[in-house]
Nanobody
Framework: QVQLVESGGGLVQVGGSLRVACAASGRAFSNSAMGWFRQAPGKEREFVAAISGSGHNTYYADSVRGRFTISRDNAKNTVYLQMNSLKPEDTAVYYC????????????????????WGQGTQVTVSS
């Protein structure tokens, strides 16, 4: 079992920055590929970013590439999403997700790839 707890959401103005974090407990964190997803009101949950267990490989949705950065600190069992140049369309509940895997270099993009989910943290970008 892996338990995930997100933090760091809040209200930020257009063009601002915010960092959300996801603390994991349970299984060996370095054996877990991690992902961030988001769900805006009235929309389906969508992929945002992913990082491999080793932290060496990352992947981003086109809508956030160049503005968001995913990273992890395996010593702290935490994955981060640094969000810069925020836009109103980034407003959503942000969820982190974990997938236990022995392939520490792999990233996963689909919701169904992930087994464990956090409760989400609200990010609101105001204009």
């Amino acid at each position: 079992q892996v338990q995930l707890v997100e933090s760091g959401g809040g209200l930020v103005q257009v063009g601002g920055s915010l960092r959300v974090a996801c603390a994991a407990s349970g299984r060996a964190f370095s054996n877990s590929a991690m992902g961030w997803f988001r769900q805006a009101p009235g929309k389906e949950r969508e992929f945002v970013a992913a990082i491999s267990g080793s932290g060496h490989n990352t992947y981003y949705a086109d809508s956030v590439r160049g503005r968001f950065t995913i990273s992890r600190d395996n010593a702290k069992n935490t994955v981060y999403l640094q969000m810069n140049s925020l836009k109103p369309e980034d407003t959503a509940v942000y969820y982190c997700a974990a997938k236990s895997t022995s392939y520490t270099g792999s990233v996963y993009l689909g919701e169904n790839d992930y087994t464990y989910w956090g409760q989400g943290t609200q990010v609101t970008v105001s204009s």
